[in-house]
Antibody, heavy 116, light 107 residues
Framework: QVQLVQSGAEVKKPGSSVKVSCKASGGTFTSYTFSWVRQAPGQGLEWMGRVVPSYDMANYATKFLDRVTITADKSTTTVYMHLSSLRSEDTAIYYC?????????WGQGTLLTVSS | EIVLTQSPGTLPLSPGDTATLSCRASDSVNSDYLAWFQQKIGQTPRLLIFGTSTRATGIPDRFSGSGSGTEFTLTISRLQPEDFAVYYCQHYGSLIYTFGQGTKLEI
């Protein structure tokens, strides 16, 4: 069973960047694909991108292509999501998630608040 | 990039009813890669269905999925009070995944 533990809440200024981490345990890290999904207050789910640690490969939603970088550190079994040029609309809860054999595993979520 | 459009936006029903939720894709998708998630207020989403029609672990058989091409459906029979939540479809069959905007199932 996979457990995903994310870093804590962040408050950032517009124009700055943030890096959120997601520590995976309890499974074989390189056998999973990890996605980042965000949810703004009162809004729906938004897929941002994914990383495949076994291939060191990442893919991104078109909307975030120029602002997000998702990486995986196999040595620490940790996935990272770096989001730059922050604006108020980026205020949301950010989740890392993986699905394995029909079971989904979600991190607890990281609240990012972007405010001047 | 595939766009998923869910309908209706809100679906008012009562316990015991049958709910039919629709998810329409902007282009034909491989049915092996269409999923449904449920999200209750204050909780993380939960996978219900993957591969269009396969129930995830622990999901009761009141939940069923069907469809192909661009039209997919989640059917919830004999609605229970705990089923009133928001439901999202997701396509994950390409390098870029997408979610629909959600359908709120309300009493």
């Amino acid at each position: 069973q996979v457990q995903l533990v994310q870093s804590g809440a962040e408050v950032k200024k517009p124009g700055s960047s943030v890096k959120v981490s997601c520590k995976a345990s309890g499974g074989t890290f390189t056998s999973y694909t990890f996605s980042w999904v965000r949810q703004a207050p009162g809004q729906g789910l938004e897929w941002m991108g994914r990383v495949v640690p076994s291939y060191d490969m990442a893919n991104y939603a078109t909307k975030f292509l120029d602002r997000v970088t998702i990486t995986a550190d196999k040595s620490t079994t940790t996935v990272y999501m770096h989001l730059s040029s922050l604006r108020s609309e980026d205020t949301a809860i950010y989740y890392c998630v993986t699905v394995d054999l029909g079971v989904d595993y979600w991190g607890q979520g990281t609240l990012l608040t972007v405010s001047s | 990039e595939i766009v998923l459009t869910q309908s209706p936006g809100t679906l008012p029903l009562s316990p015991g009813d049958t709910a039919t939720l629709s998810c329409r894709a902007s282009d034909s998708v491989n049915s092996d890669y269409l999923a449904w998630f449920q999200q209750k207020i204050g909780q993380t989403p939960r996978l219900l269905i993957f591969g269009t029609s396969t129930r995830a672990t622990g999901i009761p058989d009141r939940f069923s999925g069907s469809g192909s091409g661009t039209e997919f459906t989640l059917t919830i029979s004999r609605l229970q009070p705990e089923d009133f939540a928001v439901y999202y479809c997701q396509h994950y069959g390409s390098l870029i995944y997408t979610f629909g905007q959600g359908t709120k199932l309300e009493i």
